[in-house]
């Protein structure tokens, strides 16, 4: 399911990681493998010993994935920048499959070129909002460089919690628990320190739901520093973050939620073949809830909200007629603040502008349903009516 939320490159993540005073790898994003070998001159003139190419792609396990001309690897450690640019052509242009991209992986555009360190441990650390703590949480595990879920399975007292208060923030106190927590002494923990309050700012700062280091290395010299980082930020605070709303790389999303984003709708693709709109959230649950009560399967969770025009009425078809795997359409709307006649409208011009070739049943109560009907039953578009949310859920199951 998608979640509505920012997701940043690796190459914008350091970046505005750095920004905040946070150590990460020398390195620059290339989009031509030309620009990916003069990345790497400049490194190795900076005295580079190993150079990192990166494939940047909105999922995990890069490292482990294939491309589908069959080169594998969207990670790769090289001693010279002739290597860096022979690497980066095998990754540009081509699609990187891996564990979380789904089969038909995602299109990589950039490459993230950056220096290696030497380090002598891997560690793990993500802050994030807890409900349960009613506020941040930073969790940590000295077992960094590997999915964290596994190490949970595996042995969960390798996983430790530490609550912050959201009204004081993070003091020394918590840090050093932390990095305690981290088993590094010393200045070692002093650094891991400063590094793990720097994050804690990024994420009050930037209005983050996650950061995640994995993982947080201490080089051979001592120094902590962040090598591969994965931030979300919540989208309700993109009018105070547009700065860093900017950076959204739409390719690399569902091109329905981004569709829907435009238009303020909540949409969620499942995997189902039974396309839903309706208004309002718990609305949307129950007529999800009949669908499979019947013996069906919704295609999505899509709530066009208490006050929606005949326009996000029509994008919302759009929307969901978009969707390959949609065999019928049922709109539920129970009229309050948006009335019935509205939705009507936005219907039969949706079903009349999409052409509508599948099901369309349409239950609909409320303020100026009577109207509402009418229209319907006057526009000579092909719409099933039905008399309740359960006779509505029973017909899309039986239209397939």
Do not use: W
């Amino acid at each position: 399911m998608q979640r509505r939320f920012l997701n940043l490159h690796e190459y914008q993540s350091k970046g505005l990681m750095a920004s905040y005073g946070i150590r990460v790898q020398k390195g620059k994003v290339a989009s031509t493998p030309e620009e990916a070998k003069t990345i790497a001159e400049e490194l190795v003139s900076e005295d580079a010993k190993e150079l990192i190419v990166k494939a940047q792609i909105h999922a995990g396990g890069r490292g482990h994935g294939h491309f589908d001309t069959g080169f594998r690897g969207g990670v790769q450690v090289l001693g010279n920048a002739k290597e860096v640019e022979e690497n980066a052509s095998k990754m540009l242009g081509n699609s990187l499959i891996t564990k979380q991209t789904g089969p038909k992986g995602q299109l990589v555009s950039k490459v993230l070129v950056h220096e290696g360190v030497t380090f002598s441990r891997e560690l793990y650390l993500a802050i994030l909002m807890d409900r349960s703590h009613h506020g941040p949480i930073i969790i940590c595990s000295k077992e960094g460089g590997m999915d964290i879920e596994d190490v949970a399975a595996k042995d969960p007292t390798a996983i430790h919690t530490r609550a912050i208060s959201i009204e004081k923030g993070i003091a020394r106190y918590d840090s050093m628990a932390v990095a305690e927590a981290l088993g590094l002494a010393g200045k070692q923990l002093l650094d891991a320190c400063h590094q793990i309050e720097h994050l804690y700012n990024l994420f009050i700062s930037c209005d983050a739901t996650q950061v995640e280091i994995n993982p947080m290395v201490v080089t051979d010299e001592g120094l902590v520093y962040c090598v591969d980082a994965k931030i979300n930020f919540d989208e309700n605070a993109s009018f105070r973050q547009e700065e860093i709303f900017q950076m959204r790389d739409e390719s690399m999303e569902d091109a329905r939620d981004v569709a829907a984003s435009k238009y303020n709708l909540n949409y969620i693709g499942l995997n189902g073949n039974i396309g839903c709109m309706v208004n309002g959230a718990g609305l949307a649950m129950a007529t999800m809830d009949l669908i499979q009560l019947h013996g069906g399967a919704p295609a999505n969770f899509l709530d066009v909200g208490g006050a929606a025009s005949e326009k996000q009425v029509e994008e919302a078809f759009k929307i969901l007629t978009s969707d390959i795997n949609v065999k019928a359409i049922l709109v539920n709307i129970f009229g309050g603040i948006v009335k019935c006649d509205t939705i009507a409208a936005g219907i039969i011009n949706a079903a009349k502008n999409v052409k509508m070739e599948m099901p369309l049943i349409v239950r609909l109560e409320g303020t100026n349903v009577d109207k509402a009907r009418k229209m319907i039953e006057g526009s000579n578009v092909e719409i099933l009516a039905a008399a309740n949310l359960d006779d509505a859920a029973r017909m899309a199951v039986a239209a397939i």
